[in-house]
Every structure is written in structure tokens, then in C-alpha cells.
């Protein structure tokens, strides 16, 4: 999907304007060595199973059996060794043992022939020939027992046609010389990195056909259910079974201000759910609106309809808050509720070059709404105001600046999220990332803090901008945890910290990307230095994501990132970046290399009431290109 890449001033992340005409650049594709493929026969990664398994014990640190497995094919074995004599047993025993055990390998579907689901798989694994001959001529008798293939029973007693048949083709992967294949079993269950230590993950395509899909949110009631929204006003209802509903959520298409013209940065730009939105039906939105000659941001709240949990009460919208706009540009768009229970808000600078507004700009204004991150309260407002000012927020008495403010010095933060922090020990909960839009020279990663100072204009990244500002010590300015030069990317797409369960190898892991360049890219905390460690992140190479349902392609415009109720990671892309153009396309992230045990992440959805027509999702993607995209300018 990757492929020719046109430099434009395009999406909604700000953007120094660049001509529509662009500059035409050519990604160089170049074939890497394959890479592992650690496999099991139901067409999964390997686990660490969660209760250490007994009979299987050679698996028991990393393979494809549960207990449950582990304990069945223990059966399997004392009724295959219950048909031998006390001799039998002795000289055949471990054979038994090894060639029932190969379904716990992490390379099971190698062995088993499986990695195609639409072949029958292998009843015997494949094996060495030195191996199957010392096991024909011990133990041909158990052959039998192991395998009702009519193939394998009838050629059981000729040593050289049998131990032919139970060749594989990949003489890598043959029982039990792959146990010494240091390529195979070093790193086992990691994931996997190219020479350039460029991480490799696969996607999996969950929706597609979406116009400019900039948020995907769900409602943390229960439901799994997940809201996908539009640039031109539009939310969509998507149900656990990935199946799309006929009506629309929201529509307020005819009040939101944008266009068709690639770039165009107004719009429906963010939409989150009250914390206890399963009570109270609660729900904000950021979107643009021209009122009179003005443009301006608006935050409003909606109820959803007491007649059906899909669709919103159009008529419920109460405008919270407007902000006026004097460009069209650096609109920002983020709404989240934080682990207080507030309401945050983040803004664009305003837009133009510079942050040109006022002596300082509008960022270093504390009397601006624009340039920040603002927190409001807007828990049990029926009545009186709109919202109130949270007791603690930092600039509530300081004369002159606005109390809604929660920290400034921010140029266009495009999106932001917050850290659910680790599934067992809550380290890192709460934390909010945000990538923040640079000007000229560098993209950043920030994390927000109360009542502090972003840097800009004074600075961008970790260079300055502003020389005048800069030079002023009293800024005291935080610094960003990362940032990143403009030969790598021009538009930094903020995501999350993956908390999910179905990959630990990637729990702490921070996911983000570049909107122009279409890098993905992932941040981890040393724990010990407080730094943070980058890696690029390819799609898997070779066999890498041979995975039915995996693919290792998307488009370019890398427009937002999402996680569901669950905590799984999505990003949203697409290929024409329009507000109406439908090649938007969300993916979910897979790592190939290690998943959870079986059923320790299942979950049970509550029953959804649906009174629309449902639209059965259709992948659209094609399985794996097995190209490598090298991102150099």
C-alpha cells in the first residue's frame, strides 16, 4: 500500500503550507532474509501458557500448549503406550513422547505442514532423516497408533518411502534439528527486528471504506461496541463482530465546516465518552463551525437517545465551549477525559507560521484559549453552568489568565491519550502523551504535566525557534521525552501506550507515527535512566506475518491511533488524504512473535440492542506484500 509518495500540504494535522504540487519521492523496496515464523496449528503465535504445563515440560517456558492441551496429549499417550509390552515401552517411550509433544513446538504449523489452513495438516511432524530412520527401525510398530493417514499406513514398512513422506520441504524446520537451529531459537518470542533494528509487526484490517477516519473511541460501557469518526461529521457504530450499522451515530454534517480539498484541516476533529457514560449518555465533541464571516472550534455535548443506544439525541447538543479561529489551520481536536474524571481539551495555536498573535503568540498567553490544554469539569451539569473550573487547575487565581488553562506553550498537539498504565502493577497510569506538530525542523512527543510550559514558540523540539524567547530563562519550558527531524517525518501522529493483553511483548511499549512520511514509530522507558529508547516499526518480512487475516501493508496518512475497550491498538490511514475520500482504512496492530495464553483475554460483550441494518465487514486489503519499506530520504 506503501509505495510513491507525494509531499503535499495535506490532512488535518498542522502544517507549514507546501505546495498542492508536491514533490514526488520513491520509496526503495528491497528483499530482506525471511524472517522466523514461530507458528501454532490454530494459526497463532506462541504463548507462555499461564499454568505451567506437566507432560510437555521441553514447551513449558514458551510453545502452543495450554494445560488443557498439555494434558490431552498426555492422555493421547498412555492410551498409545498401554497397547506395548514392558519392552515396547522402554525403546519407545521417548519417541512417542517427542513426536506428540512437536504440537507444543513454537514452530507447530512448520512442522505440521499448517501454516495454509486450507490443507489438511500433517498427523506425524515432519522429521529429519537421520531422526526418522533410528524411529523406523526402534519403533515402526507405533506408527499405527499415531497416524491414521491411509498414505503413511500403507508405506509404514518401507523405511525409505515413509521417512521421504515425512520430509518437509523446509529442511530448516525438520524434528529435531531445528531445536539446534541458533537462527530459529535465538530471540524466540520476541519480536523480531530487521539489521537496522526496525521492530516488524503485522496489522490486521478491521474497517475500511471511511471518509478521513480521525478517532475511533469506544464507550467503555460494556459493549466492546467502537465509534469511528469522520472528518465531514459522521460516526459510525461498529459492533464486536466488526459489522457496521446502517445508521449513523452522529450525523451533524450540515453544522461542521470543512471541504474536499486534500489538507483542509477543519472538521469534526475529536469525539470522547463521559467516564460514566453507561449512566449518564454523556458524550463531547470538537468540530468546526463558521458563524457569520468567523470560524471558530466548538465543544459540544450530546445525550444519546433514550430509544435507542446507536444513534444520538441530535437534539440533546448543548455548545460547552467556542473558540474563535483566525486561521483555518492548527485547529488541534483532542478531547479526552482523564483519570480525574475531567474534561481536557487541546487546542491549536491559531494557526498561520509562527504563532504570529500578539507579542508572544497565543501559546505563551495565558489569556488565550488558544496554544493549550485546557480542563474543565462538566460532571453534573444539568443545571447552572456548562462547566466549572476544577479546583486545582493551576492558573485559576493568577490575574489575567484564563482558569480553564492546564498548561501552554503548545503548537498544534495532534492527538493525545492516557496511559491505563501496567496491567499488574499500574506503573505509568494516567500519564498523557500527545505528539505535538512541529513548525520547521522537528516533530515531538510530549507528556502533559500540570501547569507547565510546552516551549513554543520559544522552541520546537529541542531547538529553538523563537531566538528572543528562547534566550529568556523564566520560561522554564518542559522538554519532550522525543523528538524527531523533518527528514524523517512532517507531521507527527500522537497514539498510545499499549496496555492491552493479547501481546505482552509489547505492554509499555508507546506506538505513534508520522502522517506524511507514514512511519510507524515506538517509544520505551528505560526504567533506570528515565529516557526513552526509539525503534522504528516495519511491517513483518517474508513469512513474518503469513498469518491468515495479516497483512503487512497500509496506506500512507497516518491520521490517528485508537485502542478499544479491551486496550488493543488500532491506527487509522488512508491513501487519499480528503475529507471525502472514502479510502480510509483501520488496522489493528498484531505482534507475530508471542501472544497471550488461550482465553485469558477473552471477554464477554453485553448484548447490543440494534434496531438498524447491519453491514458485514469485508477486508479489502491483500494478505501480505512481503515488501520492505525503507523510509530513507
Not at 506437566?54 to 503406550?81: A, N, R
Not at 502493577?425 to 507547565?452: A, L, M
Request: include cysteine.
Amino acid at each position: 500500500m506503501i509505495g510513491v509518495r507525494v509531499k503535499v500540504h495535506t490532512g488535518i494535522p498542522a502544517r507549514l503550507w507546501v505546495s498542492p504540487i508536491g514533490i514526488l519521492y520513491v520509496l526503495a523496496l528491497c528483499v530482506a532474509p525471511v524472517a522466523l515464523h514461530p507458528q501454532c496449528l490454530d494459526f497463532k503465535p506462541p504463548f507462555r501458557p499461564q499454568r505451567e504445563i506437566e507432560f510437555c515440560v521441553m514447551y513449558k517456558e514458551f510453545g502452543c500448549c495450554d494445560y488443557q492441551k498439555d494434558q490431552d496429549l498426555m492422555t493421547k499417550y498412555y492410551q498409545i503406550m498401554d497397547n506395548f509390552d514392558y519392552y515396547g515401552y522402554a525403546n519407545c517411550a521417548g519417541f512417542v513422547l517427542e513426536l506428540l509433544c512437536q504440537e507444543c513446538s513454537p514452530y507447530a504449523a512448520h512442522l505440521f505442514d499448517a501454516e495454509d489452513p486450507s490443507t489438511p495438516v500433517r498427523t506425524i511432524p515432519g522429521l529429519c532423516p537421520d531422526y526418522c530412520s533410528q524411529f523406523w527401525k526402534k519403533c515402526s510398530s507405533t506408527i499405527p497408533f499415531l497416524s491414521d493417514n491411509p498414505h503413511i499406513v500403507k508405506v509404514k514398512e518401507d523405511q525409505t518411502r515413509l521417512c521421504r513422506y515425512l520430509e518437509l520441504d523446509d529442511v530448516d524446520y525438520c524434528y529435531p534439528h531445528l531445536l539446534s537451529n541458533q537462527k530459529l531459537t535465538s530471540n524466540l518470542g520476541k519480536v523480531q527486528s530487521d539489521s537496522d533494528g526496525c521492530l516488524q509487526l503485522c496489522l490486521e484490517e478491521v474497517a475500511n471504506g471511511l471518509r478521513n477516519p480521525l478517532a475511533m473511541v469506544h464507550a467503555n460501557d460494556g459493549t466492546h461496541r467502537f465509534f469511528v469518526a469522520e472528518q465531514v461529521g459522521l460516526v459510525w457504530t461498529y459492533l464486536p463482530d466488526r459489522s457496521k450499522l446502517e445508521r449513523p451515530f452522529l450525523n451533524i454534517t450540515k453544522a461542521v465546516l470543512t471541504s474536499s480539498w486534500e489538507g483542509d484541516e477543519r472538521g469534526f476533529l475529536g469525539l470522547t465518552f463521559h467516564p460514566k457514560y453507561k449512566y449518564n449518555g454523556k458524550l463531547y465533541v470538537y468540530y468546526s463551525v463558521e458563524v457569520g464571516f468567523d470560524e471558530r472550534i466548538r465543544i459540544s455535548e450530546f445525550h444519546v437517545s433514550a430509544n435507542d443506544m446507536n444513534v444520538v439525541d441530535h437534539a440533546s447538543e448543548r455548545v460547552i465551549l467556542e473558540i474563535d479561529e483566525p486561521a483555518s489551520n492548527h485547529n488541534g481536536g483532542q478531547l479526552l477525559f482523564a483519570d480525574d474524571g475531567y474534561l481536557y481539551v487541546f487546542t491549536g495555536d491559531g494557526g498561520m507560521a509562527g504563532d504570529p498573535f500578539g507579542k508572544y503568540g497565543n501559546a505563551q498567553n495565558k489569556s488565550a484559549l488558544l496554544g493549550k490544554v485546557l480542563r474543565i469539569d462538566v460532571n453534573d451539569n444539568e443545571r447552572g453552568p456548562l462547566y466549572r473550573i476544577p479546583p486545582d487547575n493551576p492558573f485559576k487565581h493568577e490575574r489575567g489568565a484564563r482558569p480553564e488553562v492546564y498548561a501552554y506553550g503548545v503548537r498544534n498537539m495532534w492527538r493525545c491519550s492516557v496511559d491505563r498504565g501496567d496491567p499488574w502493577t499500574k506503573e505509568g497510569k494516567g500519564r498523557i502523551f500527545c505528539g505535538d506538530v512541529g513548525q520547521n525542523k522537528f516533530e515531538e512527543i510530549d507528556i502533559i504535566e500540570k501547569g507547565r510550559n510546552y516551549g513554543w514558540r520559544a522552541k520546537e523540539g529541542f531547538s529553538c525557534y523563537d531566538k528572543k524567547l528562547c534566550a529568556n530563562s523564566s520560561l522554564d519550558d518542559v522538554l519532550p521525552i522525543y523528538a524527531y527531524p523533518h527528514k524523517m517525518g512532517k507531521s507527527v501522529t500522537g497514539g498510545y501506550v499499549y496496555r492491552g493483553c493479547e501481546y505482552p511483548n509489547m505492554n509499555g511499549m508507546y506506538i505513534f507515527g508520522d502522517f506524511m512520511s507514514g512511519r510507524l514509530m515506538s517509544l520505551r522507558e528505560d526504567r533506570n535512566t528515565g529516557n526513552w529508547n526509539y525503534n522504528e516499526i516495519c511491517m513483518g518480512m517474508g513469512l513474518t506475518c503469513a498469518f491468515p487475516g495479516l497483512i503487512n501493508n497500509y496506506h500512507q496518512y497516518i491520521i490517528s491511533f485508537a485502542e478499544d475497550e479491551a486496550g488493543e491498538l488500532y491506527f487509522m490511514s488512508t491513501g487519499i488524504p480528503s475529507a471525502t475520500s472514502p479510502s480510509g482504512v483501520i488496522y489493528k496492530v498484531v505482534d507475530p512473535s508471542r501472544r497471550a495464553p488461550p482465553r485469558q483475554c477473552h471477554y464477554d460483550p453485553l448484548p447490543v440492542r440494534v434496531k438498524s441494518n447491519l453491514i458485514k465487514f469485508v477486508p479489502q486489503e491483500s494478505e501480505s506484500t512481503s515488501k520492505h519499506i525503507d523510509h530513507t530520504d
